[in-house]
């Protein structure tokens, strides 16, 4: 059966929810959204600010650098550079006009003022409440599933926005996605006339192609992008995967450790981003393959993670970049003529291998697993092309394609769960 025009809108739609520019980590950025939100609804600076967050946003919060902040780190700094600085005009780039004054008034008022943290009992794993008081004054601000879903905000006690949500349907907000599986999706990249995404990729391509060469070329965390090439240059073994790798890596490099550049998200993550389109972008340069094979593989790519994203949801303690690679592996195979066949083993193979690994927060060492993700999903390729792939009963691996996808979703969305407290428990420990 054909896709219809209102198919190819809904296709659409989750692309402009999933693709969107952030500037640093998603979850602090949030943080720093809803605390400009509260300082405007408060109206003055606040003498005290509560946040109330589930264990997911603490977990990656928690180590990774405050962009635009003077390399500060976790929810307090996020919050407080918000309220002094932030422009909630500009969702998940709340951030960007941030001024060296803005960083020293932050400093000083984490200096005077309360600012405490304590954990949300929420069934969401994206979840969080912003609270800010002065004097007889108050306000707060509250979002869940998404990082810019502002769901109740109150001023002095009385509603001011109050949307009604269902703490447990992480998607209820978003566009139906009963539309997403494979074969959907190839049809789509197919058939879609290129015009009517071209601005959402193109975008996608400049942004993240841009904080990955920002990465290589500077000092962010370890440089486990630049430093893959480099050793690889030493023993002249520069192979596409390599270039894979270390493109990748070299974003998340820079976006970890505090870097100002935007990225292109995919499922609520810049790294999931640029795990989904960097190693594509890099294969269409090796192949020399034109500008509009390269969109069609990245709807290939970024609609395949988003798939896989909507049944684990946005935070878990399951490795986003898995399902990114998967979504880049599939775009590659998809750009090198690959049948639907060989995009389902390609997928299929990459989640057979890589599947276990877990997310501890986002932090410097998320760019070294993304290098390890891509490296299985052209493994992944490789076999794919080969028409080789593991079979139904080799562990997680179901018959059909999508019956291991939904088996590894429901691996990271429910049998996960006490490996996320047990995760946190322990990076909350001294």
Do not use: W
């Not at 919050?79 to 909630?88: D, E, F, L």
């Not at 996808?405 to 691996?411: E, F, R």
């Amino acid at each position: 059966m054909e896709l219809t025009d209102f198919d190819c809108r809904n296709f659409i739609a989750i692309l402009e929810e999933e693709l969107v520019p952030a500037l640093g980590c998603t979850e602090p950025i949030s943080i720093a959204y809803a605390g400009a939100h509260a300082r405007a609804l408060l109206g003055k600076i606040p003498e005290k600010v509560c946040i109330k967050s589930s264990g997911n946003i603490i977990k990656n919060v928690k180590s990774v650098i405050v962009p635009n902040s003077g390399n500060m780190k976790g929810i307090p700094a996020a919050a407080a550079i918000g309220i002094i600085g932030g422009n909630p005009e500009k969702g998940l780039e709340v951030l960007a006009d941030i001024t060296e004054e803005d960083i020293q008034q932050t400093k000083d008022f984490l200096a005077r003022v309360p600012c405490t943290v304590s954990v949300l009992n929420s069934v969401a794993s994206l979840h969080f409440i912003v609270e800010v008081f002065a004097g007889n004054d108050s306000a707060s601000v509250e979002i869940i599933h998404q990082h810019t879903n502002i769901v109740h905000t109150i001023k002095n006690g009385k509603d001011v926005i109050s949307v009604p949500f269902d703490p447990a349907s992480a998607n209820a907000a978003l566009t139906d996605r009963s539309i997403l599986s494979v074969k959907k999706i190839l049809e789509f990249a197919d058939t879609v006339a290129i015009e009517r995404v071209a601005p959402l990729l193109d975008r996608q391509i400049a942004y993240n192609t841009r904080i990955s060469q920002e990465g290589m070329e500077h000092q962010y965390g370890i440089n486990a992008g630049a430093n893959i090439l480099e050793a690889a240059q030493g023993e002249q073994a520069v192979t596409f995967k390599v270039r894979a790798q270390a493109a990748a890596a070299a974003g998340s490099d820079a976006r970890m450790s505090g870097c100002t550049l935007p990225v292109v998200t995919n499922s609520g993550s810049g790294n999931q981003g640029l795990t989904a389109s960097l190693p594509v972008i890099v294969f269409a340069e090796e192949k020399k393959l034109s500008h509009e094979k390269l969109l069609r593989g990245l709807l290939v790519s970024n609609l395949t993670a988003i798939h896989q994203k909507t049944r684990i949801g946005r935070l878990s303690a399951y490795c986003g970049a898995v399902s990114a690679a998967c979504g880049s592996g599939a775009g590659i195979t998809y750009l090198a003529g690959g049948t639907y066949e060989q995009v389902c083993k390609t997928i299929v193979n990459t989640l057979a291998v890589v599947s276990g690994i877990v997310c501890d927060g986002a932090k410097p060492s998320c760019a070294a697993k993304i290098a390890t993700v891509v490296d299985a999903a052209v493994n992944a390729h490789y076999l794919a092309m080969k028409n080789q792939a593991f079979q139904a009963g080799d562990g997680i691996v179901k018959d059909t394609v999508e019956k291991t996808i939904a088996g590894v979703g429901s691996i990271a969305a429910d049998g996960m769960r006490e490996t996320d407290k047990v995760i946190l428990q322990i990076m909350v420990e001294d």
